[in-house]
């Protein structure tokens, strides 16, 4: 089994920051992409930000030189560094990532639990 936890979600004033972290623990063999998704009550799921295993990062727009995604292999954690928080940035932020167990071949996704992150104007 595969677990995500996450951390870091908080309240915080308009401009300020906040750093979320989510590690995976479990029987991994190997990790592929990891992401960021946010999701405002009576809406979809949004994707925030993703690293895939060999480097390459995308932002939505709307986060694009505030937000900063990063990733550990050795430690199975990828964080989300976020500055000049907006409040339309208010959200439950989820992690996910695309792992290969030691238990089969095939990837499947994972989803942590969420965590809010609640900007105050």
């Known amino acids: 089994q595969v677990q995500l936890v996450e951390s870091g979600g908080g309240l915080v004033q308009a401009g300020g920051s906040l750093r979320l972290s989510c590690a995976a623990s479990?029987?991994?063999?190997?990790?592929?992409?990891m992401g960021w998704h946010r999701q405002i009550p009576g809406k979809q799921r949004d994707l925030v930000a993703l690293?895939?295993?060999?480097?390459?990062?995308m932002y939505v727009d709307s986060v694009k030189g505030r937000f900063t995604v990063s990733r550990d292999n050795a430690k199975n954690t990828v964080w989300l560094q976020m500055n000049s928080l907006k409040p339309e940035d208010t959200a439950v932020y989820y992690c996910?990532?695309?792992?290969?167990?030691?238990?089969?071949?095939?990837?499947?996704?994972?989803w942590g639990q969420g965590t809010q992150v609640t900007v105050s104007s």
């Open positions: 479990g029987s991994i063999f190997e990790i592929f992409t």
């Open positions: 690293i895939t295993d060999d480097g390459t990062i």
């Open positions: 996910n990532m695309y792992i290969r167990t030691t238990a089969e071949w095939s990837m499947r996704e994972y």
